[in-house]
């Protein structure tokens, strides 16, 4: 097949769960013999060509936070247009508007929902009602729907009565890596809680910086992650963080995996989810996980962490000092998820399932 991918930023990914998931996904389907063409930014994927026999077609957007995708997806729908694709993959809610237009041409569309984008406090009040709208673009544009929680799949049923198709997001078995780069950094193994992801309300972090100053230990606290259009939340949590916070930025690569290798003890403290790719990667290095207790996190978490009171940095603090207490029991829990998340999610399943939606749509199915 010959399959385009619209709606992220780019590959490699550098920073980004949606990224993450195209980057595996269409590796993966180059490796069983399909045509891959992602569609990138200019300003994220700097690299020309190929990428692991990934097309990669560069295509501009209007670099702000409301026209960013808007933009790349309606400059990259005339050239789509014009090529014989047989299946167009868009991910994410806003650019399911334009998952109708390929299909005039005869070729088959699917989009991935990652989450309710809506619900992001970073959007205003037009921005909201435009992304909430975009539900039911997603389900009724398309030729095929995917989710990629279970919350989600019983949200769309609830709400929108429809039967959408899940396929989770996967992991790999890590690249588990000894301290070299971060020692250079100065952060010693085992001594620091671990936060990765984007610095964007959502994610939590500023309940986690509430909830570490309540904590009585040595331990630093790690934030590995950059704004994404945010820089007026990221102040505020500059602001916020003291002696024992230290911000990286976006990581990635070999100073991504050793964080993940030898942290204490990963925290994930987000309102909102779709299915997070930071947890799965951080439980497959066989993290202690301290999570919210959203349904997308207990989902993945299972009995293999702990989970403390969304948006409550009392009880984060309460369940952190606990962990930090008892190492025996942190070495435990991330055997467990470890063992938990690699078992449970895989990218080459997802990859194989997700091939299966494209063929039984071009069977007519």
Known sequence: ???????????????????????????????????????????????????????????????????????????????????DFDVVHFHALGPSLFASLPRFRGMKTVVTVHGLDWQREKWGVVATWILKRCEYTAIVYPSRTIVVSKALREYFHEQREVTVTYIPNG?????????????????????????????????????????????????ELIIAGGTSFSS???????????????????????????????????????????????LLEAMSFGNCCLTSDIPENLEVIGDCGVTFKKSDPDDMAAKLQQLLAVPERCRAMGDRAR??????????????????????????F
Not at 355 to 363: P, Q
């Open 1 to 83: 097949m010959k399959i385009a991918m619209l709606g992220q930023k780019g590959i490699p990914a550098t920073y980004g769960g949606i990224e993450r998931h195209v980057e595996e996904l269409a590796t993966r389907l180059v490796e069983r013999g399909h045509e891959v063409t992602v569609y990138c930014r200019p300003y994220y994927t700097k690299q020309t060509g190929e990428y692991r026999g990934v097309k990669l077609a560069h295509v501009p957007s209007v670099r702000t936070k409301h026209l960013d995708t808007a933009t790349h997806c309606a400059f990259a729908i005339p050239h789509i247009m014009l090529q």
């Open 339 to 364: 063992r938990h998340v690699l078992e449970t999610y895989d990218w080459d399943g997802v990859t194989l399932h997700t091939e299966a939606i494209y063929y039984t749509m071009l069977r007519g």
């Open 232 to 278: 007026d939340y990221v102040d505020r949590l500059h602001r916020a963080g003291g002696e024992r916070t230290r911000f990286l930025g976006y990581v990635y690569g070999d100073v991504l995996d050793e964080l993940y290798s030898n942290a204490r003890i990963f925290v994930l403290p987000s309102d909102i989810e779709g299915l997070p790719i930071a």
């Open 171 to 219: 992991t790999v078995l890590p690249n588990v890596r000894e301290a070299s780069k971060i020692r250079e950094m100065g952060i010693e193994p085992g001594s620091y809680i671990l936060f990765v992801g984007r610095l964007v309300p959502e994610k939590g972090c500023h309940y986690l910086l509430d909830a570490y100053r309540k904590v009585d230990t040595d331990a």
